[in-house]
């Protein structure tokens, strides 16, 4: 095997196996809530921390886990990280309480934040600059599927095997990753850092918290004062993080302020965020309405929406390739236009006449939005990123995904709650869309800057 050791190729699929195991825990968990409820006998409001827990934990630890992957190795933190996910699937899987299962979400959600940014950062540091692009763009595919393939797979294994083996699942992955890691992936370590800003950890760490844990919880209380307070406490924190981020550019900042000179960098970083709200914002209503007002059991709502997923796992690798030859741009623009009309299509179809076959052509489209708009955003957002720079830009790129994702959560609940529940549901459509026809404006009206070839080198 020591001839695959730092293969680019065997350490792009260590890397993406890693990455797809976290990004699915986000979504499969979703469609077990019932049965876990039955199962151990507790109330909503206990079990959806199970979901919450895991990303609260994640959103809030992320870019500190890319600096500590680049004062101790890429390699190291992506290999603690999946022994930390690992044996925390299997004691969510053998939980045999609520209290149980939410505390091992939560050190789940805590290895997950040390995988994640690493990938990105390994990849950038194994692959060559005219190989960069594509490898980026895989990554990125693997993010759109997993978000996808959640609902589908979580409602199999849930028919077929019950709610715990939606954990138990990660198990012999983690091995395997594992294993892998070991094998194929060197000790690559870029943009070495001396010490890690332990002020600028903490402030960022509370702004994070306070601000997500807002965004999850209001809903749930009702948009109380206090909520609206932790939020602002929460935004002061995040001024005061960045003041004092300013005043450490020159000594190993937790974020460089360099990284938003590429304004590449800047716009596919924000657009991460929005298609983060947008995939939840459209999953999420649309696998309630086929369980909640179609009767679909788990298995038969994860299928209907099985379309979508493997539209985009098809078209990804495709995706990949055009956008070497047209530009990742123009494939971005193409995919966010794609997304957001067979969204459309899904709202205008949601009915009480509906079928789930009714929604088989839309999801396909949705699909090839997906696939298209995934695989070159990473890529695009990382090409003027120097690699001393990747494990920063890596932990920023991944927060900013994870924190749209937290608020297309928050205000899909909130869109669907109001009115009856197709107007909810049509609602909560809608907000996507809106976020998708922005998105494409504004990628559509700015153009990009050339970069050096330095500064992808």
Same mark, same amino acid.
């Given at each position: 095997?020591?001839?695959?050791?730092?293969?680019?190729?065997?350490?792009?699929?260590? *890397?993406?196996?890693?990455?797809?195991?976290?990004?699915?825990? #986000?979504?499969?968990?979703?469609?077990?809530?019932?049965?876990?409820?039955?199962?151990?006998?507790?109330?909503?409001?206990?079990?959806?921390?199970?979901?919450?827990?895991?990303?609260?934990?994640?959103?809030?630890?992320?870019?500190?886990?890319?600096?500590?992957?680049?004062?101790?190795?890429?390699?190291?933190?992506?290999?603690?990280?999946?022994?930390?996910?690992?044996?925390?699937?299997?004691?969510?899987?053998?939980?045999?309480?609520?209290?149980?299962?939410?505390?091992?979400?939560?050190?789940?959600?805590?290895?997950?934040?040390?995988?994640?940014? @690493?990938? #990105?950062?390994?990849?950038?540091?194994?692959?060559?600059?005219?190989?960069?692009?594509?490898? &980026?763009?895989?990554?990125?595919?693997?993010?759109?599927?997993?978000?996808?393939?959640?609902?589908?797979?979580? $409602?199999?294994?849930?028919?077929?095997?019950?709610?715990?083996?939606?954990?138990?699942?990660?198990?012999?992955?983690?091995?395997?990753?594992?294993?892998?890691?070991?094998?194929?992936?060197?000790?690559?370590?870029?943009?070495?850092?001396?010490?890690?800003?332990?002020?600028? =950890?903490?402030?960022?760490?509370?702004?994070?918290?306070?601000?997500?844990?807002?965004?999850?919880?209001?809903?749930?209380?009702?948009?109380?004062?206090?909520?609206?307070?932790?939020?602002?406490?929460?935004?002061?924190?995040?001024?005061?993080?960045?003041?004092?981020?300013?005043?450490? @550019? +020159?000594?190993?900042?937790?974020?460089?302020?360099?990284?938003?000179?590429?304004?590449?960098?800047?716009? #596919?970083?924000?657009? #991460?965020?929005?298609?983060?709200?947008?995939?939840? $914002?459209?999953?999420?209503?649309?696998?309630?309405?086929?369980?909640?007002?179609? %009767?679909?059991?788990?298995?038969?709502?994860?299928?209907?929406?099985?379309?979508?997923?493997?539209?985009? &796992?098809?078209?990804?690798?495709?995706?990949? !390739?055009?956008?070497?030859?047209?530009?990742? !741009? !123009? =494939?971005? *623009?193409?995919?966010?236009?794609?997304?957001?009309?067979? *969204?459309?299509?899904?709202?205008?179809?949601?009915?009480? +006449?509906?079928?789930?076959?009714?929604?088989?052509?839309?999801?396909?489209?949705?699909?090839?939005?997906?696939?298209?708009?995934?695989?070159?955003?990473?890529?695009?957002?990382?090409?003027?990123?120097?690699?001393?720079?990747? %494990?920063?830009?890596? $932990?920023?790129?991944?927060?900013? !995904? @994870?924190?749209?994702?937290?608020?297309?959560?928050?205000?899909?609940?909130?869109?669907?709650?109001?009115?009856?529940?197709?107007?909810?549901?049509?609602?909560?459509?809608?907000?996507?869309?809106?976020?998708?026809?922005?998105?494409?404006?504004?990628?559509?009206?700015?153009?990009?800057?050339?970069?050096?070839?330095?500064?992808?080198?």
């Amino acid at each position: 095997m020591t001839k695959w050791r730092g293969n680019p190729w065997a350490v792009l699929a260590t *890397l993406s196996l890693g990455f797809f195991m976290t990004l699915l825990d #986000m979504t499969i968990v979703n469609i077990a809530i019932p049965d876990v409820m039955r199962s151990l006998h507790t109330g909503l409001d206990q079990v959806v921390w199970t979901v919450g827990g895991y990303t609260l934990v994640l959103a809030v630890l992320l870019v500190t886990a890319a600096r500590l992957g680049d004062l101790r190795g890429q390699r190291t933190l992506f290999a603690a990280g999946v022994v930390v996910f690992t044996l925390a699937s299997a004691a969510c899987g053998l939980a045999p309480d609520a209290g149980t299962l939410i505390a091992a979400r939560v050190v789940q959600g805590i290895g997950a934040a040390m995988l994640t940014p @690493q990938t #990105m950062a390994l990849i950038i540091a194994t692959f060559p600059a005219d190989r960069r692009g594509t490898a &980026l763009g895989v990554w990125g595919a693997v993010a759109g599927v997993a978000t996808l393939t959640g609902p589908t797979l979580g $409602g199999m294994l849930v028919s077929a095997a019950g709610w715990r083996w939606v954990f138990l699942v990660n198990v012999p992955v983690g091995v395997l990753v594992l294993v892998m890691t070991a094998l194929f992936v060197p000790d690559v370590r870029t943009g070495r850092a001396h010490r890690l800003d332990l002020p600028g =950890v903490l402030l960022s760490s509370a702004a994070l918290t306070c601000l997500t844990f807002g965004l999850m919880e209001g809903d749930r209380y009702g948009w109380d004062l206090w909520i609206w307070g932790l939020m602002a406490v929460g935004a002061l924190l995040g001024v005061l993080f960045l003041r004092h981020q300013a005043g450490r @550019q +020159d000594h190993e900042p937790l974020i460089p302020f360099e990284l938003f000179q590429n304004r590449g960098f800047a716009l #596919m970083t924000g657009l #991460m965020g929005v298609i983060g709200a947008a995939l939840i $914002g459209a999953v999420l209503p649309l696998g309630l309405f086929l369980q909640e007002q179609l %009767g679909l059991s788990a298995v038969h709502a994860g299928l209907a929406l099985a379309p979508s997923p493997l539209v985009s &796992l098809l078209v990804s690798p495709l995706a990949g !390739r055009m956008s070497d030859r047209v530009g990742g !741009r !123009r =494939v971005l *623009l193409a995919g966010l236009l794609a997304f957001a009309t067979g *969204l459309a299509l899904v709202a205008l179809l949601v009915g009480g +006449d509906a079928h789930a076959w009714t929604f088989t052509a839309p999801l396909m489209l949705m699909g090839l939005g997906t696939g298209c708009m995934i695989a070159p955003l990473s890529a695009e957002a990382m090409r003027g990123v120097p690699p001393r720079l990747a %494990g920063s830009a890596s $932990g920023v790129s991944n927060s900013v !995904r @994870q924190l749209g994702s937290v608020l297309g959560t928050a205000a899909t609940t909130a869109l669907m709650a109001v009115g009856g529940p197709l107007t909810g549901v049509h609602l909560a459509l809608a907000l996507p869309i809106v976020l998708l026809a922005l998105a494409a404006g504004a990628l559509a009206l700015t153009r990009p800057r050339p970069t050096t070839a330095s500064a992808t080198a």
